[in-house]
């Protein structure tokens, strides 16, 4: 009976670090999605931030070549 005690114990203890490694699992794929959001967001950023100063650039040539 002792026996069956411990390892009912034993087998619940394994389940326990089973789901705390799935946990840790699942967080660090979110965490890995959320990096990758965020740098998608940065090269965008910096897209229209290089089209914005394209702009800039063009109508600033324009205004000299009237003048």
Aim: glycine share 6%; aromatic share 2%; charged share 20%.
């Amino acid at each position: 009976m002792k026996t069956i005690l411990g390892f009912v114990a034993a087998l619940s203890l394994a389940a326990c670090g089973v789901e705390t490694a799935s946990t840790a699992a699942t967080a660090a794929a979110l965490k890995k999605q959320e990096i990758e959001q965020g740098q998608q967001n940065l090269q965008q950023f910096q897209q229209k931030l290089d089209q914005a100063n394209q702009q800039s650039q063009q109508r600033a040539e324009q205004a000299g070549a009237e003048k």
